[in-house]
């Protein structure tokens, strides 16, 4: 039994020896930490260092965005209720008619540059006065007020302007241009009296005086 005892430790391999890491564990019973140099412990605190800046910008960016967007919203809902606290109203004039196709699209045009406002033609009726049309139109309160009071003045922007045929009156329209069409008054030459008026006498010359003679005296 030992001889064959013998041939078996013998066959039984040899065990490798501990290296000083092992041997170390073994003996103390603890792991042994790594200690890293320390050009790699400032690498690593640069990096985070780094880190901590873009994540900080990023959060700054998109602070900004928001309040951006925050403020076009309240900017959106100040203007609506702006709009909404705008008071319509109609209003109506007396024009001359018959009214041509596109007086609304006229009228909307003539308004805008007189009271620099926009207006809604809602639509034409006849006026209980012959030859005139009551048009009826919508707006803001200001504008509407102020088509109307420069409707009723003759020397309003709005008269003056591409409405005037139909705001002036026709008589005094054509009053208007007969006195820039009528032909002007031929010059008179002088001495002779325009037609219709009696000719003056003309006033005598004037007497010469006598000559007297010296050798007399």
Known sequence: AAAAAAPAAAAAPA???????????????????????PAVKAAVQTKSQVTDRQIMEKMRRLEELL??????????????????????ARGQIEVNGPLPPGFGDSFVAAVSEATGGDVTVLGAVPSTQAGLEDVVFQGSDSIVQAVQVQAANPNSKLATGRMHSFLVAKDDAEDEADASNAPAAPAV???????????????????????????EM
């Open 15 to 37: 065990r490798p020896q501990p290296s000083a890491r092992e041997a170390a564990v073994s003996h103390t019973g603890a792991a042994v930490v790594a200690v890293a140099p």
């Open 67 to 88: 309040s951006a967007k925050e403020k076009a919203v309240q900017t959106k809902a100040a203007q609506a209720m702006a709009a909404q606290q705008v008071h319509m």
């Open 189 to 215: 030459p002088a001495g002779i009296a325009p037609a219709g008026v009696a000719p003056t006498a003309a006033a005598p010359p004037a007497a010469a005086a006598p000559e007297i003679d010296s050798s």
